[in-house]
């Protein structure tokens, strides 16, 4: 089944204790992407590759670091969490860039207390 | 820096009834715009996206129209139905295609 995966679906941290959110996809999918979903404030891109080794910033990228290293994984690392990453993650995936239809993940939700 | 602004941030409709929900974009390099639907508690998923070089697509009850001059795209939902009932996002992509820009999103409440 072709589908994007995220790991933790839940986390409740403390300030300041590195973490990372896995995600991956099973689509060969070029492009991938991380977003934050915040109330009134919508979907908000952090980061996205096009390719693997190739990654760049989208709107909000402060404080989030990505890699990819291989085509199917893209994790999201936060060195030092804070309260205002408290939030829901999506991870998304497409056949190629941003103009193409974007298949998302189930969504982690982070509280940094 | 870019932004897509949409509106309205909640609409309430009766059953059978239309909805209607517009966006503007500032980035005319611009190509892509698709509309996502989230149910509660669910992943956003793809509901129709149109590209720059088409005015107006339709699949079913529903249909987007663009209009390129003035910057703004809108979803038009016909004879809804209560399982119409989520949150709504625009977005828009261009330049390249690799940076993507959701509205803020439009809760429809549809009601029986």
């Known amino acids: 089944e072709a589908q994007v995966t995220q790991n933790p679906r839940y986390l409740i941290t403390v300030t300041g204790k590195k973490l990372t959110v896995t995600c991956s996809q099973n689509?060969?999918?070029?492009?991938m992407s991380w977003y934050r979903q915040d109330p009134g404030l919508g979907l908000r891109q952090i980061y996205y590759?096009?390719?693997?080794?190739?990654?760049d910033k989208g709107d909000v990228p402060e404080g989030y670091k990505v890699s990819r290293k291989e085509k199917r994984n893209f994790p999201l690392i936060l060195e030092s969490p804070s309260p205002n990453q408290t939030s829901l993650y999506f991870c998304a995936s497409s056949l190629g860039g941003g103009a193409y239809e974007q298949y998302f993940g189930p969504g982690t939700r982070l509280t940094v207390t | 820096g870019e932004n897509v602004e949409q509106h309205p941030s909640t609409l309430s409709v009766q059953e059978g009834d239309s909805a209607v929900i517009k966006c503007t974009y500032s980035d005319s390099a611009s190509n892509y715009f698709p509309w996502y639907k989230q149910e509660l508690g669910k992943r956003p998923q793809l509901i129709i996206d149109?590209?720059?070089?088409?005015g107006e697509k339709k699949d079913q009850r529903i249909a987007v129209t663009l209009n390129k001059t003035a910057k703004h795209f809108s979803l038009h939902i016909t004879e809804t139905q209560p399982e119409d009932s989520a949150v709504y996002f625009c977005?828009?992509?261009?330049?390249?295609?690799?940076?993507?820009?959701f509205g803020a999103g439009t809760r429809l409440f549809v009601k029986a």
């Open positions: 977005a828009a992509s261009g330049s390249g295609g690799f940076k993507t820009i």
């Open positions: 149109i590209r720059s070089n088409v």
């Open positions: 689509m060969n999918h070029e492009y």
């Open positions: 590759s096009m390719n693997v080794e190739v990654t």
